[in-house]
C-alpha cells in the first residue's frame, strides 16, 4: 500500500500512458471517498503553470476534493491558452470516467514549454478507471528525476483515538521557498475544518518552503493536504494536548519528506542543515538560513568536504539581514570556528572529519535576539552539473 | 607599462612579498603625483573586511589620494580588531616608506579569517619603495584565482586636447552585484570635482554592479577611480559634448573590465548577455536580469549550450519584477522561440548552433514598459565546482 492511501478512505495509484519517453508510470490519481477537505500552497511565481491556476480556482471555491490528477513528464507550463483548455479537458475526463462526489485537482510536472499529449492522456484517464488494467504504485506515477521514492506515514493516538497520516513527494532539481518543482500530497483521515489552513500553511514555511536544491523555483510546485474524516476523529473535538500533538505529527511528515527531497537532490552528496539562531526577527534568521543555502561557494564547499566559514559569513552577511561581524558566531558540525568576528582556535582534522559526513551542519548565532530558523540544503557536485547541462538533450 | 599608469602622473609596480605560497607577485602600490581627486563605490555586505571599513574613511574625509596599497592572497576579512589593526600598521608602513603627499588606501583579497602575515608585508613595504628592486607589473600583484590579466586603456579627444583613461580589475569567483571579491582600480588624467561621484556611481551600477559569476558577494569589493588633473584639463572647463564623451570613454572601459572579469569567471565557457526591455521600471528590469544570471539551472543550460527557455521564464517569473506571461517575449542569441506566454516553432538546429559560440545571449521582453537593464553572466561548468570545492584545501 502507498503511503499516501494509508490513513482510511484514500486509494492512490497510476500507470504509464506515454508521455516519458522511457514507458515509466507518469500519470496517477489520488482518491478520496468520502470527499476531503483540501489545503493548498502553490508556488509564489508569478509564471504559473496551467494546473496551477486551475487548482487555485478550485481551492478558492472551498468546496470538498474526491479526485487529483497527476502527471509526469510534461508540466503543461509556458503553454498559453491552450494549456487552460487542455487542464479544461483533463478534468472533463476525469468527470467522464470517475464521476467524482466532489471537487478535482490537477498537477503537471515535468519539461516547460511543450503542450500535453492529450491523446496519450485522454487513453491514460481511461484506462485509470478500466477494470482489468494493472497498475503502479501513484508515488512512481509523479517522479521526474527522481532517483527514490519519497514517502512517509504515522499513526497518531489522539485521545485515545486512532488518526493516521501519510504523504508522498518528488522534488530533486530547482527546489527552494516556494516548493520549486516540488509536489507533495498529504492524506489524513482526521476530520478539520477549514480553519486549519493557517496552521498547514505555517508548517508548509518551515518545512517545504526551508529547503534548497539550487535555489530555482518552478512554475508548477504544489502542497496538499487532503484530510477527509474517514476516521471518526475531528480535531475540533480534541484536547489542546491532542490538537498540539497533530500538529506536530503532520509537521514531522512534513519534514521528512523535506529532507528527503534534499537528499535527492540532483547530484546532491550531502545532507546540510542551516540552523540561525540569536537573529533579531524569524525574517532574519530565514534569510540568513536562505543566503548560506543558495550560495554556490558555500555548497561546493560542503562538496569539499571544506569547513570554510568565510564564505558561510560571506553569505550571511550579503543576506540582508541584520548583523553585526562582532557579535557573530559560527559553528560547523557542532564545532565552534567563529566568535566575535574573528577566527577561533579548533582541530582542524576533527572539523575535517566531521565534514566528511552525509550529514553536516552548520550554525550562526547572529547574537542580536532570540529568533531562529532551520533550513535544508544540498552539496553542489560536479553531477549537478552534469544532469542539468543535459536535461533536455 | 602597465595600463593603469598610461594617464600622466600615475606610476603602480608590484613585487613578491611571500603571502601567496605560490611565489607569484602579491604586494603592489599605485601612486599618483599630484594626489588625485578619488571617487569609491565599495561592497555592500554587511561584513566588510578590515581593509574597505578603513578606505570608507578616506572616502568620507574628501581629501585627496597620493597611494593605494593592495595586497592578494589574504582578505585581512573576519579577523576582528587584529584586523583594523593591521590595517593601521600597513598605512604608517607606507608614510614611513613613501612619504605620501596625499591620503592612502589600502586593499586585500584572497582568503577569509586569516590574518595578515605582517612580517612579510613590512618587508614588502619597504622592498617596494627600494632602490635596486626588480619589480612586476601591479596587475599581477592584484590576481588570486584569475587566468588572464585584465586591464584597459583609452585616450580621449576632448575639445580637442588629449585625455587618457587606465584600468585593472581582479574576479573570477564571487561575483556579483555589488562586485563580489573584485578589485577594479581606474585612472585618468583629467581634472574631476568631488561632485562627479554619482555619475561614476551611475557606471558602476551599470558595469561591475551588473555583473554575476555565482551570485556571491565578497566582504572586500572596491572599484576605485583616481582623476589627478595632469592632462591640464578640467571636466568642468569642457562642452556639453566632450563631458558627455568622457563618461561614455569611462564606463566602456567599465564594462570592458567588468566582462573580462565575466570571461574569467571560475570555470567560465562562454560570455551571457542578459537584456531585459520593456519592463515596468529599471529595477524590475534588473531583478529579471540578476534573477536569470544567478540561475544554476539557466547557468547549466548554457554550459550545455540548451536553449532553455522554459528555465529563463521561471527565473523571471521570480525575480520579484512585475510579469504577465501572456506579454513575455524570449530570445535566445537573436532567435525569437517565445512569445505571449507560449512556444514558438524555431528552427532547433539553428539555435543549437549559435548556443555553441563563446558569446551567447537571452532577450527578455516584458511588454509592459520601457525600462531596459543589461547585465552579464557566464556559464556554470564542472571546472566551477573542481576550483571551489578544493580552493583551500
Same mark, same amino acid.
Given at each position: ?233 475531528? #480535531? ?81 552577511? #550579503? ?75
Amino acid at each position: 500500500m502507498d503511503d499516501i492511501s494509508f490513513p482510511k478512505g484514500f486509494r492512490a495509484w497510476g500507470l504509464a500512458c506515454g508521455i516519458k519517453k522511457n514507458g515509466k508510470p507518469d500519470l496517477g490519481v489520488l482518491v478520496s471517498e468520502p470527499p476531503a477537505q483540501v489545503f493548498s500552497a502553490f508556488t509564489r511565481n508569478a509564471v504559473k503553470a496551467a494546473p496551477v491556476l486551475y487548482d487555485q480556482t478550485v481551492a478558492a471555491a472551498g468546496r470538498k476534493l474526491s479526485h487529483v490528477l497527476v502527471n509526469s513528464g510534461n508540466a503543461n507550463a509556458c503553454t498559453g491558452t491552450r494549456g487552460y483548455e487542455d487542464v479544461a479537458a483533463e478534468v472533463a475526463l476525469l468527470r467522464e470516467k470517475a464521476a467524482p462526489k466532489g471537487d478535482v485537482m490537477v498537477s503537471s510536472t515535468g519539461v516547460i514549454g511543450e503542450y500535453l499529449p492529450m491523446e496519450k492522456i485522454r487513453d491514460g484517464i481511461g484506462r485509470l478507471f478500466a477494470a482489468g488494467e494493472t497498475f503502479a504504485p501513484f508515488i512512481q506515477s509523479i517522479m521526474t528525476t527522481d532517483t527514490f521514492e519519497k514517502r512517509a506515514r504515522k499513526t497518531l493516538d489522539l485521545d485515545g483515538k486512532e488518526v493516521r497520516l501519510g504523504g508522498v513527494a518528488k522534488g530533486a532539481g530547482m527546489i527552494r521557498p516556494n516548493m520549486a518543482t516540488m509536489l507533495a500530497y498529504l492524506t489524513t483521515d482526521l476530520e478539520l475544518d477549514a480553519g486549519y489552513g493557517e496552521t498547514f500553511l505555517g508548517a508548509v514555511e518551515k518545512t517545504f518552503n526551508s529547503i534548497s536544491v539550487d535555489g530555482d523555483m518552478s512554475t508548477n510546485d504544489t502542497a496538499l493536504l487532503l484530510a477527509n474524516g474517514a476516521s471518526g476523529v475531528r #480535531y475540533a473535538s480534541l484536547s489542546e494536548k491532542a490538537r498540539q500533538s497533530f500538529d506536530a505529527g503532520l509537521r514531522e511528515l512534513m519534514e521528512e519528506l523535506a529532507k528527503l527531497i534534499i537528499r535527492d537532490g540532483e547530484g546532491a552528496t550531502k545532507l546540510v542543515t542551516i540552523e540561525t539562531v540569536g537573529a533579531r526577527s524569524s525574517e532574519d534568521a530565514k534569510a540568513v538560513c536562505r543566503a548560506i543555502a543558495n550560495s554556490p561557494l558555500v555548497k561546493t564547499a560542503f562538496f569539499g568536504g571544506d569547513a570554510n566559514w568565510g564564505r558561510v559569513l560571506a553569505a550571511a552577511g #550579503y543576506s540582508g539581514a541584520e548583523l553585526v561581524p562582532e557579535k557573530t558566531a559560527l559553528e560547523f558540525c557542532g564545532v565552534k570556528v567563529m566568535a566575535n568576528g574573528g577566527a577561533l582556535a579548533y582541530d582542524e582534522d576533527d572539523v575535517a572529519n566531521r565534514m566528511k559526513a552525509k550529514d553536516v551542519s552548520v550554525k550562526v548565532d547572529l547574537g542580536l535576539g532570540s529568533a531562529a530558523w532551520t533550513y535544508w540544503t544540498c552539496d553542489l557536485s560536479y553531477d549537478y552539473v552534469k544532469i542539468n547541462a543535459a536535461y533536455r538533450t
